[in-house]
């Protein structure tokens, strides 16, 4: 497997603070890579970078081959390498289909021109972003919830919904931000599901920050650990926890 997500040598510092420092990780294709670490280890930061939402200082970035350092977050967006957002409070009261088809296509129904001067065109299309959002919705198993406010939605559903935007958009690889913050335990297991579906039936890479170890532990392989912005181990989950050096920065020196 070859690299998909390359992050080279990047620093990023806020202030006097160098949050990121020197970090190099690789994301393989077809893989679905964990990113752990204690609180204010940087992660957060990192997919930022990645996903072109904050520049970096130093360092390179590349996605399938492609320098994309700096690319904002629209562009990355259509290549393909992606993150989910929680559902804005503007969108809460429209369903679930409708959040759905919101998400940002190719859609000439976009120009104004197509609108006028070819309405049949623009209505095939909008037919044809609808039966694609109610795919998704039938991957997910969210039909029973296709035409309910997104806001009405339970914590997993919401999330489930998160993952269907991303699906709408054809991504090649999509970073997950803490999804597992707040689902409720079957719910959560829906998630993780779905998350190994969509990696073996449509081949997504993906990479996931995760405060839940069992989520890390059923869905991720390998698993970086990030601290103090640099990487300190990868490897198997399991090497991971045996790793004496991991232990001590999660739980400090008294836990042996
Ligand atoms: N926009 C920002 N401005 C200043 N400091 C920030 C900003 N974002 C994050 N930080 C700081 O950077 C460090 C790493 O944060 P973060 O990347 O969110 O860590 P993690 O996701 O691993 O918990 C923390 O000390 C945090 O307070
Ligand atoms: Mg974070």
Redo the contacts with the bound molecule.
Sequence with gaps: MSSIIDVRNVSKS??H?K?INDCSIQVKEGSITGLI????????????IIAGN?PADEGSIHFAGEDITNTPADQLFHKGLLRTFQIAHEFSSMTSLENLMMVPGNQSGESIINTWFKPGLVRSEELQVRQRALDVIDFLSLGHVKNELAGNLSGGQKKLLELGRTMMANPRVVLL?EIAAGVNRTLLQDLIANIQRLNKELGYTFLV?EHDMDMIARLCNPVIV?AQ?AVMIEGTIEEIQNNAEVVEAYFGPEVH
């Excluded at 670490?37 to 930022?48: D, Y």
Aim: charged content about 10%; proline content about 5%.
């Design positions: 806020f202030g603070l949050v670490g204690p609180n204010g280890a940087g992660k957060s930061t990192l997919f930022n904050l931000d920050i990030l912005g």
